[in-house]
């Protein structure tokens, strides 16, 4: 008999399976704006365009711990319109690489 945390481990590991384009895009955009610090300077600029709080940290997950993905998300999804102004007016080369990713 399965234990119910190795049942829920596999029962997220298939959904996340399921979206991994996705969660591979948005883990790149989390590197990218991540890699320095003048880039994450420029990230929460951005957000203080779009009167988007800066108190949540930005985290990249680590694809073995699905709970560090569940993270990684979450914090991005409070930033999605940031995320959407910097690529769209700062680093528009990247999108483009975003998009082929």
């Known amino acids: 008999m399965r234990c119910s945390t190795n049942i829920l481990n596999l029962i997220v590991s298939d959904v996340l399976k399921e979206i991994d384009s996705s969660i591979n895009k948005m883990r790149v955009a989390c590197m ?3 890699s320095s610090p003048s880039r994450l300077a420029t990230f ?3 957000a203080k365009k779009v009167s988007i709080p800066t108190d949540a940290k930005l985290t990249c997950d680590m694809p073995t711990r699905w709970i560090s993905t569940y993270l990684m998300l979450d ?3 409070k930033y999605e319109q940031v995320f959407f102004y910097h690529f769209d007016y700062i680093e528009v080369a990247y999108a483009l690489n975003l998009l082929n990713y």
């Open 32 to 34: 990218l704006v991540r």
């Open 44 to 46: 929460k600029k951005c």
């Open 75 to 77: 914090v991005a999804e």
